[in-house]
């Protein structure tokens, strides 16, 4: 058997099969959103718009200490990413929360609790909100209380959990799986 000839795509031909920003604005978004509970480093903030934008969500929300565009830490990993991702800053995760619960909103956390599912088998309900937290101290409780469902990604090494721009793009792309499989 023949072995496929294989090359690597050139930028150019990368670009052109990409959305434009005309075509973007009118591309349906994915009915998942993030909210980013005080994640400190702005790398990762950079690198989670960068993923958001991959998988075309349909919104950020920034709470806490979580750092907000215009920054050069953040464009440094997003690459221009919070231009293309709608997001807003929040001071307070808690009525962020309520207002996306009433609009039918499923809330999960991804962290460690008591009652953690693998994030592969979990059943996710869309619309969808993925909180993701702090990098020391995780998720803070009271939004752990207000979840519907927790996730977790098993960890088979001496860690106990991925960087968080990491496991959220591990989770994110599973998610979006399970409503691309129901749609």
Same mark, same amino acid.
């Given at each position: ?10 930028? /150019? ?9 005309? $075509? ?24 989670? +718009? ?39 800053? %929040? $001071? ?6 309520? /207002? ?20 592969? $088998? ?33 960890? %088979? ?10 496991? +959220? ?15």
């Amino acid at each position: 058997m023949k072995k496929a000839q294989i090359r690597k795509l050139t930028y /150019e031909e990368i670009q052109q099969s990409r959305p434009g920003a005309e $075509q973007l604005q009118i591309m349906p978004r994915r009915p998942v959103s993030v909210l980013l509970d005080d994640v400190r480093s702005l790398h990762n903030v950079g690198a989670i +718009f960068r993923t958001a934008d991959g998988v075309h969500l349909e919104k950020m929300f920034l709470c806490g200490i979580t750092g907000t565009p215009p920054r050069a830490e953040i464009r440094k990993t997003s690459l221009g990413a919070e231009e293309s991702v709608p997001w807003e800053f %929040h $001071q307070n995760p808690l009525p962020v929360i309520g /207002e996306l619960r009433e609009k039918g909103y499923q809330i999960v956390v991804l962290e460690h609790t008591s009652a953690s599912q693998d994030y592969r $088998q979990a059943k996710y309900h869309f619309p969808l909100c993925l909180i993701v937290g702090h990098e020391f101290h995780g998720i803070r409780d009271e939004l752990v209380e207000a979840a519907d469902l927790a996730i977790e990604i098993p960890m %088979h090494g001496i860690k106990q959990s991925l960087n968080v721009s990491v496991a +959220f793009g591990v989770a994110i792309y599973e998610i979006i799986s399970h409503w691309e499989k129901s749609h």
